[in-house]
């Protein structure tokens, strides 16, 4: 039986940046909900090649973890459409609970999001998957009040970039220095680089380090964290896409003391678990498994439970 035919599609209640999301069920039990994301394929990968992005979303598939968003299928219905059978999520996202001042939120709820976020992303590096693409808006809630990872980048490089399907632009904001810079090796360490800055915008519920274009997102990083050199990141310099700062420009990496006074909220233990993450060298950057055993999870007050987690509306 084609995998197609398992689910049926309703109204259509979405539209991404490169994809149109859909309500769905279950053809054989029209209680079980679903979100049916239909992908435009590239045209460079039609010929077969959308079967290789079939191959790969298998793999995603089996990433099993409440934190992170069950895909239940993939298929492919015309030639140039991939379709990613989902766990249905309409409870919206963190990006709306981050902006929505009706909101409130406090730092067991912080606590709790946060400690969800790190360990769906530590799952993912344990399976040797990088989601590359972790922002508030690719964090969705679960009507149990669960966060759930979801978006993974590996779906954005089929889309067609010549088709965008809305005004919005993949946002520079959570990007780490690594990847302006052109670094042929990266790792898990760019994830976690954009946890570090979903920490920062949850407790400020603003963004830390809002770019208008690579220039000046990198611009914005040495302002906030620090200007990568080769004293703080060996190496870095030799990078293909390192642009050598002036020694006047150079501005020096921030010290516990800027950071106690911009996120005094999560105290002493959750300013450090932020610097761990914000560190200039992906090398000396806490990982997702270390993130686990970082003391801000034990120390009072403890992580709110998913109940008592704020809902929209
Ligand atoms: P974006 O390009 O903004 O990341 P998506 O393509 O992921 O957006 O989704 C577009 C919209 O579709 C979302 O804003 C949301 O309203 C809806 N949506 C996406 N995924 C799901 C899901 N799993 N369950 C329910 N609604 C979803």
């Known amino acids: 039986l084609a995998t197609k035919a398992k689910y049926v599609k309703e109204k259509k209640i979405g539209q991404g940046t490169y994809a149109n999301v859909y309500k769905g069920h279950l053809a054989s039990d029209p209680s079980q909900l679903v979100a049916i994301k239909k992908i435009k394929v590239n045209a460079a990968f039609q010929d077969g090649l959308a079967l290789d992005a079939i191959r790969e979303m298998k793999c995603l598939q089996e990433l099993a973890h409440p934190n992170i968003i069950a895909l239940h299928a993939v298929f492919s219905s015309k030639a140039q459409n ?12 963190l990006e709306t609970m981050i902006k ?10 912080m606590k709790a999001w946060m ?5 769906a992303v530590w799952f993912c590096h344990e399976n040797y998957v990088l989601h590359r693409d972790i922002k508030p808006n690719n964090l969705l809630i679960a009507a149990d009040g669960e966060m759930k990872l979801a978006d993974f980048g590996l779906a954005r490089s089929f889309a067609d970039p010549g088709r965008r399907m809305s005004h919005q ?9 690594e ?6 090796h990266y790792s898990g360490a760019v994830d976690v680089w954009s946890v570090g800055c979903v920490f920062a915008e949850l ?11 690579d220039l000046d997102q990198l611009s914005k990083i040495c302002d906030a964290v620090g200007t990568p050199t080769d004293d703080n990141w ?28 911009n996120f005094s909220g999560v105290g002493t233990e959750g300013v450090g678990l932020l610097m761990e993450m914000l560190k200039l060298d992906p ?31």
């Open 82 to 93: 991939l379709n990613m059978v989902l766990e249905f999520l309409p409870q919206g996202d």
């Open 100 to 109: 929505d001042t009706s909101i409130t939120y406090t730092l067991p709820h």
């Open 115 to 119: 400690s969800m976020l790190c360990g």
């Open 169 to 177: 632009v993949i946002t520079l904001w959570y990007r780490p220095p």
């Open 179 to 184: 990847l302006f810079y052109q670094a042929r």
């Open 203 to 213: 407790i400020r519920r603003v963004p830390w380090m809002p770019g208008t274009s």
């Open 234 to 261: 060996p190496g870095v310099s030799s990078l293909s896409g390192y642009i050598k700062p002036e020694k006047a420009e150079v501005k020096p990496v921030r010290g516990r003391d800027f950071y106690e006074a």
């Open 283 to 313: 090398r000396k950057r806490i990982t997702a498994r270390q993130t686990l055993r970082h003391p801000w999870w034990t120390v009072n007050p403890r992580p709110a439970t998913k109940e008592e987690l704020p809902k929209k509306g």
